[in-house]
């Protein structure tokens, strides 16, 4: 049982104001005044008997306690948005056939997911997935033999398709653990070490060649590996670093424990991963499935990502419609 004074809304107030650090952000945010929310704030303390936000500083900043308690409450109010989209999840039983295609960084956990909460609507259906890395997703998408695709941009606008942005993806440096601070720092291990790159007709290996070429940095042309888990093995195992972004990362967690991740010591980038849907769709399907991706990466990718990676905060996040 809640503590009396600890509301769904109080909780929903905390975690606004501690994502933006005003009050007047925050009742933006929530659709509440900004009396209002300093009132919900004001419970919430009174009822945990302990102060979550130092009022004295502007921008806002947490308490200990508050930071403690932050990551219940995001967890909690996760939980509760994905159980609320789940039951309000798109009424697909008016669908003949869905083709869904997924970009393969999500094959491990979410894909999954997400096909059985589709699945669920789908009593009459024909459904038929393909999981790819993005330029074969997109394509498939550009041909219309998919019907939505969720991949990373190309930043491009492509006639006769919505995009609906879902994440912010950062860019990071990878290497063996302990091979940072054996060359000197990452500097030095960027020059000692070759880069690891991605196929450059891949995607994200198209886009992390591009900015290296706008900061003018050049690396010896040694090692171009298609594969994702075969670059991060290759890295654990010593044979260079690379440039990979947290939900790449994340696919790679049995060998957590053999790599460190950096940011990136020249100007951050970043990737934008969208759902796409053609714009001859006339219902809200769309919308529903980016809806429930959105809280899906969120708890499944995100969060634990942050507890990996603290420093991605406000970096690696959902982007909202």
Not at 129 to 142: C, K
Not at 157 to 162: E, R, W
Not at 196 to 217: M, N, P, S, V
Not at 306 to 311: E, R
């Amino acid at each position: 049982m809640l503590i009396k004074g600890v509301t769904l809304r109080g909780l929903e107030v905390f975690e606004a104001l501690a994502s933006s650090g005003s009050v007047a952000r925050a009742a933006e945010i929530t659709g509440l005044s900004q009396p209002a929310v300093s009132q919900q704030m004001r419970n919430l303390e009174t009822a945990l008997g302990t102060d979550l936000v130092d009022h004295g500083r502007r921008p806002m900043q947490l308490t200990p306690a508050g930071r403690t308690y932050l990551q219940r409450t995001q967890t909690v109010l996760a939980q509760l948005r994905l159980a609320q989209s789940e039951l309000t999840v798109m009424d697909l039983t008016h669908l003949s056939t869905l083709s869904l295609g997924i970009i393969d960084d999500f094959d491990n956990d979410l894909t999954p997911r997400l096909v059985t909460m589709l699945a669920e609507s789908l009593s009459r259906c024909r459904f038929k997935l393909t999981t790819a890395p993005s330029h074969e997703i997109s394509a498939e998408m550009e041909a219309r033999r998919l019907h939505i695709a969720i991949a990373a941009s190309s930043g491009g606008v492509a006639k006769g398709i919505i995009e609906y942005p879902l994440v912010r993806d950062p860019f990071i440096l990878v290497c063996q653990r302990g091979a940072a601070a054996k060359a000197g720092g990452v500097a030095a291990l960027m020059k000692a070490e070759p880069l690891l790159r991605y196929d450059r007709e891949q995607r994200i290996g198209a886009q992390i060649e591009a900015h290296l070429a706008r900061q003018k940095l050049e690396f010896a042309e040694r090692f171009e590996i298609g594969a994702h888990l075969s670059l991060m093995t290759l890295i654990a195992r010593g044979m260079g670093w690379g440039l990979t972004t947290p939900l790449g990362y994340m696919r790679a967690g049995r060998l957590h424990d053999q790599l460190e991740v950096h940011p990136v010591p020249f100007k951050p980038f970043s990737r934008t991963i969208s759902l796409f849907a053609g714009s001859d769709w006339a219902d809200t399907v769309p919308r529903d499935v980016a809806r429930t991706t959105r809280m899906l990466v969120s708890e499944m990718v995100i969060s634990p990502a942050l507890q990996n990676l603290p420093w991605l905060e406000g970096e690696l996040r959902v982007l909202e419609a």
